[in-house]
């Protein structure tokens, strides 16, 4: 059997980034730039006042005390977003807003409250240095500043940032198309009632949820009975997709029809089988062109196994340059044992306390058909012979969901 390593890394090697397509940027939040995000132009453009005041000439100041005020005749209002029609000449100023363009001949804005003024002039009780309260230009963002890079995800933030740039529209890679199907006689969608010896699905569920939840475009292909024919003909239905994943039918058993359908002139074989709990049954080839990920059937398995193989896999399709997740260093409650011969994903609840981050073990032997996310949001990936860990160890944890 492969390691967990070489299995991820075949898988990846498998595939490539999606095509690229330009859209709009207010809708480009959790999609993957094509392209550096870079600032054309100087954030902001032009000196602004930082205070509400008087912009003015500094030389004009030098010699001002509370007790003998120089006072400068006000040339008019200046707000925000509007441009002066007055150059500043010895003995003038001009009242200016936050954020409003410096008016030609002024170096420095004084508060209000350091003033006393009424509608026509200002007395300034202190010498005002130049430059002080602007903003130069490029202060916020410099020209030429990269922002974000390619292969980063737009967050909501960047959003704001391209926008104050003054670009309409971004680059970005393609969203994966995923198919989703369920395998098995047993199983029964959610709104129908259940035959004796049925099961409700809930692992095709959380498994299109966390598609989503990656970037990808889920497509839920439904339940296909154990019948091969059956699971072919719904595995063709999903027309043009990127990746491909079952749920169940990944053992040896007589009703595993997953080995079949990677065969012939359906598909072909590339591996089965990882070195690693929950992940052993792992299956990875291709129907017809179409890469597939053949994941264990119960819930708690196919999730390790989506996390630790196909997670990945999604990331580097829509063009994320790091595809590994989160890892945040935890305080462990409970214990482990030693591992021997594979790697050992333990599922953990990580929770965020006022002495830090503290990890809990999962008992999933207690209840391995929960779903998923009921049991889990982070995952302790310890390598073979790995000693014993007690209470009190710190862990490195691979975060799922953000506690």
Not at 155 to 167: D, N, R
Not at 278 to 286: D, E, K, Q, T
Request: glycine share 10%; charged share 20%.
């Amino acid at each position: 059997m492969l390691t967990v390593n070489e299995a991820t890394q075949i898988i990846l090697d498998a595939l490539q980034p999606l095509p690229t397509e330009i859209i709009p940027f207010a809708e480009t939040l959790g999609r993957v730039l094509a392209d550096d995000l870079v600032a054309d132009a100087p954030v902001p453009r032009f000196p602004q006042s930082a205070m509400d005041g008087f912009a003015l000439r500094s030389t004009d100041t030098l010699e001002a005390t509370s007790d003998r005020p120089i006072t400068l005749n006000i040339l008019g209002t200046l707000g925000a977003g509007h441009q002066a029609s007055w150059t500043l000449s010895p003995g003038t100023a001009v009242r200016i807003m936050t954020g409003a363009p410096i008016p030609h001949g002024a170096d420095a804005v004084v508060k209000r409250e350091d003033t006393e003024f009424d509608a026509d002039s200002a007395r300034i009780l202190r010498p005002v240095p130049a430059n002080d309260h602007i903003i130069s230009p490029g202060r916020d963002i410099p020209e030429g500043t990269t922002l974000l890079r390619a292969g980063e995800v737009m967050t909501a933030s960047g959003i704001g940032v391209t926008a104050s740039l003054g670009k309409t529209h971004v680059s970005v890679y393609r969203r994966p198309r995923v198919g989703i199907l369920a395998l098995g006689d047993e199983l029964v969608p959610p709104h129908l009632p259940l035959a004796p010896g049925q099961i409700y699905v809930s692992n095709l569920y959380a498994i299109t949820a966390a598609v989503t939840k990656y970037g990808g475009l889920a497509l839920n292909l439904g339940i296909a009975g154990d019948q091969l024919d059956m699971i072919e003909g719904a595995l063709r239905r999903a027309g043009d997709v990127d990746l491909l994943l079952t749920l169940g039918g990944s053992q040896r058993g007589d009703f595993d029809l997953v080995d079949d359908l990677l065969s012939g002139a359906r598909g072909h074989m590339i591996f089965r089988g990882i070195t690693a709990n929950y992940a052993r049954s792992m299956i990875f080839g291709r129907f017809g062109r179409t890469p597939l990920c053949g994941l264990p059937g119960s819930p708690m398995t196919s999730f390790v196994a989506f996390e630790v193989c196909v997670r990945p896999a999604i990331w580097k399709l829509a063009g994320r340059r790091r595809l590994e997740p989160m890892c945040l260093e935890a305080t462990l409650v409970g214990s482990l044992p030693s591992t021997a011969g594979r790697t050992h994903f333990q599922p953990v609840w990580v929770e965020a306390r006022p002495e830090g981050l503290i990890a809990v073990p999962l008992d999933v032997r207690k209840a391995p058909d929960l779903p998923p996310q009921m049991l889990a949001n982070g995952l302790i990936r310890r390598p073979p012979e790995s000693p014993a860990c007690q209470a009190g160890h710190r862990v490195w944890v691979d975060i799922i969901e953000t506690p």
